[in-house]
């Protein structure tokens, strides 16, 4: 079973400022997906990733997938406090198609 | 558009009650249902995963099963809680195992 390490656990900013959040592994992935979820509230899809090296733009959210389809970065620009929440990554197993978590980053914007 | 649906929202029992969460879909046929717990707001553990009316897979050993009755009904049980089964239920649909999984809204449960 895949390891999806996500970094850093938590990040705490002011409102305003640039932050980048990230998702390893050392096994491929045939897609990957963030989720942002808020207190007390199910997890929701943001964006999902299919070809190594690939970019995809959400507003104020970059996601960039790996060009070995082994990690994904997420960047936020000029974070808002609405963009406080956990961000969740999740890898589909190149080899079995298994869907695992990682742990999360906890961020909160301060404003 | 597809919908899922969890109940209750928030549940208080005793130490040894039995257990029942349900989860239904609307919307889609045949999917692939999930049943998560997630501990103080961190990651997702996969408890149970069911590809079709009847088939189940569990992920861990422990203290709850899962059925589905009906296609679009996913269920968590437990016939004596403990401590430890508190947490927060997330029950997800998808199409199949590898795309993009979504999520009800949550069972705080509390075992007291």
């Known amino acids: 079973t895949q390891l999806l390490e996500q970094s850093p656990q938590f990040l705490s900013i002011q409102e305003g400022e640039n932050l980048t959040v990230y998702c390893n592994s050392s096994?491929?992935?045939?897609?990957l997906q963030w989720y942002r979820q808020e207190p007390g509230e199910g997890p929701v899809l943001l964006v999902t990733v299919v070809t190594g090296g690939e970019v995809k733009k959400l507003k104020r959210l970059t996601f960039q997938f790996g060009d070995a389809r082994k990690d994904s970065s997420l960047h936020i620009t000029a974070a808002q406090p609405g963009d406080t929440g956990l961000y969740l990554c999740?890898?589909?197993?190149?080899?079995?198609?298994?869907?695992?978590f990682g742990a999360g980053t906890r961020l909160t914007v301060k404003p | 558009s597809q919908t899922i649906h969890q109940w209750p929202a928030t549940l208080v029992q005793p130490v040894g009650s039995p257990l029942s969460l349900e989860c239904t879909v609307e919307?889609?046929?045949?999917?692939?249902l999930y049943w998560y717990r997630q501990a103080a707001g961190r990651g997702l553990q996969l408890l149970f995963y069911s590809v079709g009316i009847g088939q189940i897979s569990s992920e861990v050993p422990q203290n709850l099963s899962a059925s589905r009755p009906q296609d679009r009904q996913f269920i968590l049980s437990s016939k004596k809680l403990l401590l430890s089964d508190s947490g927060f239920y997330l029950c997800?649909?998808?199409?199949?195992?590898?795309?993009?999984?979504?999520f009800g809204p949550g069972t705080r449960l509390t075992v007291t």
């Open positions: 919307g889609t046929s045949n999917p692939n």
């Open positions: 997800a649909w998808s199409v199949d195992r590898e795309y993009e999984q979504y």
């Open positions: 999740a890898g589909a197993d190149y080899n079995n198609n298994d869907m695992r």
């Open positions: 096994s491929v992935f045939s897609s």
